[in-house]
């Protein structure tokens, strides 16, 4: 405010400068406007930077994880089961799985510099074959399965060598559907790019084609996810499949948005994406079948009919995340409807259960 006093009148003039709260630099408007979250493009381009530094601490990360499990595994008893009865807690192996965040901004370079690799429903698991047993961790570190494989390193014959995959496991036909890969016979690929990573891991596993077949030494199959480059022809040609994974296989859950130059971190990172299959046709303009429409369709209405006549405080945060409604720039902004590939829909009982 300012004023001016005339002295000949002895009036008070007063000159009212604009409202503080019309500046489009006022704190009011700053706050009116600040987003839930930084925009997803910047962080992008913040992780790339930051994991340029980081190189050389990924690479002594994974090999110090190595050397842990060599020496964790030596004091347990060497002898296996096919399952575990009860399921056991492993802080090495908490919180050790790169998570996804929604696609919400399409990166420019989609068809450039990223890869997609559809998702079979399942259970997230990190497998680790090492000490001559192969296991099965979940996302929080418990021991769910115990059993022999021609991993490196997963089997009673083989015990110096280290392998750890990232995995999806089906309830569908009991098997491994391998997303990513941290360790191979005792080489660490944690400071390797998601291109790298991929294509070693499609190599070794040509070389290793018994790891498709069933046996006495391999009691579960692991298939490797295939990836595809992100141009139209290509998702319009995989959206179009009904049975990705076979007439018997598991159905899609969802697809996945790689960064070709993402490490392997733990936790989320903008650098990988994920998607539903209906909302392809929403958030990249890609036709998808008709049975994705019907599946989200179907599930609208079980929402429907499971939360008719209960308020909105009663069905609100308690939902299952994937039983929310795909509104993708309003779930990106509530920590209560993030959905990634780990938190899968199987509802199944005992230590096979879902997420």
């Not at 990106?332 to 829909?345: G, L």
């Amino acid at each position: 405010m300012e004023q001016q006093t005339e002295s000949s009148t002895g009036l008070i003039a007063v000159s009212l400068a604009p409202k503080e709260v019309n500046c489009p630099n006022s704190r009011l408007t700053q706050y009116k406007t600040r987003p839930c979250v930084p925009d997803q493009q910047e962080r992008r381009r913040r992780f790339l930077e930051e994991q340029k530094q980081k190189r050389g601490e990924l690479f002594n990360a994974g090999r110090g994880l190595i050397e842990e499990l060599s020496a964790l595994h030596e004091e347990h008893d060497m002898e296996w089961t096919a399952l575990q009865a009860k399921p056991r807690q492993c802080r090495l192996y908490k919180d050790r799985l790169m998570l996804s965040e929604w696609l919400v901004h399409v990166p420019e370079d989609l068809s450039e510099l990223w890869y997609l690799v559809p998702c079979p429903k399942g259970r997230r698991n990190l497998v680790v074959a090492t000490g001559g047993n192969t296991r099965a961790y979940s996302k929080s570190g418990q021991q769910w399965a115990t059993f022999q494989s021609i991993l490196p390193g997963g089997h009673r014959n083989e015990f110096k060598a280290c392998t750890i995959l990232d995995c999806i496991w089906s309830f569908t036909n009991h098997s491994y559907y391998i997303l990513d890969v941290l360790a191979w016979n005792n080489q660490p690929l944690l400071d390797c790019e998601a291109e790298f990573r991929f294509y070693w891991l499609k190599s070794k596993m040509e070389e290793m084609s018994c790891l498709s077949e069933r046996s006495n030494d391999n009691a579960f199959v692991f298939t490797s996810l295939p990836y595809h480059e992100c141009s139209v022809s290509t998702m319009t040609n995989i959206m179009a499949s009904e049975n990705l994974f076979g007439q018997d296989g598991p159905a899609l859950d969802g697809l996945l948005f790689y960064h070709s130059e993402a490490h392997y971190v733990p936790g989320r990172t903008p650098l990988v994406g994920w998607l539903k299959p209906h909302m392809m046709a929403t958030i990249l303009s890609i036709p998808v079948a008709s049975v994705y429409l019907q599946v989200e369709r179907e599930k609208k209405h079980r929402r429907f009919h499971k939360h008719k006549g209960k308020s909105q405080d009663e069905t609100g945060c308690s939902e299952s995340p994937t039983e929310m409604e795909m509104n993708v720039s309003d779930e990106t902004r509530d920590s209560c409807s993030e959905v990634h590939v780990e938190e899968m829909e199987t509802k199944d009982s005992g230590p096979n259960n879902g997420e």
